[in-house]
């Protein structure tokens, strides 16, 4: 996913979630993705309000108060989002049925075959050249969410039990600066107060809702700092080299450079940050993918598979 894509997406789900109108100044310090000086922060804004526009996404224009003068603030209206089927007749509703299950599966597998065949058995012709391969639908929004955009944009410090790197669980107090979310996981950065800098925890890993200091405007936010450290999470790059068989896994062969290896496998070079993203993937696609290197990350993919297997025979 670019850069625009994931701001696009996190700009979506702040003002999906948001409980009250956003200002501008509130979404670009609670929002990843916008940076430069505030005539370029604006630019962007408005063309990502355009596009959203354009995928038929309304954002609404309003006040915290109607009654006073307050400064406008934007938000997204679940049920302007969601889609209305009520005026759609059994047969569409059928034909947006098997659409989604068609996106769910890779376009040339047996689940979709099957697809194209039902619509052909309706008299509507399907290109299957013309079916952009997608993978499994993306991952629901964390529960946290709310409160932690709430936290951002009201400068609340939050406590949070979060699991460290044992699995242990440990309480966590931290000014939050902004959340972002990058293949399917969400993130906040923020201000751990014990280790007095900057650091970055996965929404999956907390272990319990969260708690809001009763003050606001608690903390002052350093944005230099908060865009150097976003930047430097993604600096390093690594290459994995896996193969993949012909016609199968769309996620990795999305994600990398491929070239023929045999008749029955192609080979696929992956530039990746994220260690857990590119594991998860290639279980994901079980017996159609196998790492050749790095062998760090292949010995990782063999020993989490051996922790299965002696947990569950």
């Known amino acids: 996913m670019s850069r625009k894509s994931e701001r696009l997406v996190n700009l979506t789900i702040a003002l999906l979630a948001t409980k009250r109108y956003l200002t501008k100044a509130e979404i670009f310090r609670s ?3 916008y940076s430069g000086d505030t005539e370029a922060k604006d630019r962007m804004f ?3 309000k355009d596009d959203l526009r354009s995928l038929g996404i309304t954002i609404e224009l309003g006040s915290f108060d109607p009654l006073f003068e307050d400064e406008a603030g934007y938000r997204i209206k679940p049920e302007r989002y969601q889609l209305q089927l009520k005026d759609l007749d059994a047969l569409s509703i059928a034909l947006l049925s098997q659409a989604a299950k068609l996106w769910r599966e890779a376009a040339l ?9 039902k619509l052909r058995s309706i008299g509507l012709g399907a290109d299957v050249d013309s079916i952009v391969e997608v993978t499994k639908s993306s991952y629901s929004a964390p529960e946290q969410l709310p409160d932690l955009i709430e936290a951002i944009t009201s400068r609340h410090v ?5 699991l460290n790197s044992q699995l242990e669980s440990e309480v966590r107090k931290v000014e939050p600066y902004r959340l972002s979310n990058s293949r399917g996981y969400w993130y906040l950065i923020g201000r751990d107060a014990e280790k007095s800098a900057l650091r970055t925890f996965r929404l999956d890993r907390f272990s319990s809702s969260i708690n809001l200091s009763p003050k606001s405007d608690a903390f002052e936010v350093n944005l230099n700092e908060l865009d150097e450290h976003e930047d430097n999470l993604f600096e390093e790059v690594n290459v994995a080299t896996l193969l993949v068989r012909k016609g199968k896994s769309p996620a990795l062969r999305n994600e990398g450079a491929i070239s023929e290896y045999n008749a029955e496998w192609d080979k696929v070079e992956i530039q990746y940050h994220s260690t857990t993203h590119l594991l998860r993937e290639v279980l994901w696609a079980g017996e159609n993918a196998i790492i050749l290197t790095p062998d760090d990350l292949r010995q990782t993919l063999i020993q989490s598979l051996e922790k299965v297997v002696t947990s569950h025979g």
């Open 46 to 48: 408005e063309r990502d």
């Open 31 to 33: 929002v990843a993705g």
């Open 109 to 117: 597998g047996p689940s979709a075959q099957s697809g194209l065949r």
């Open 158 to 162: 939050v406590t949070f039990e979060y």
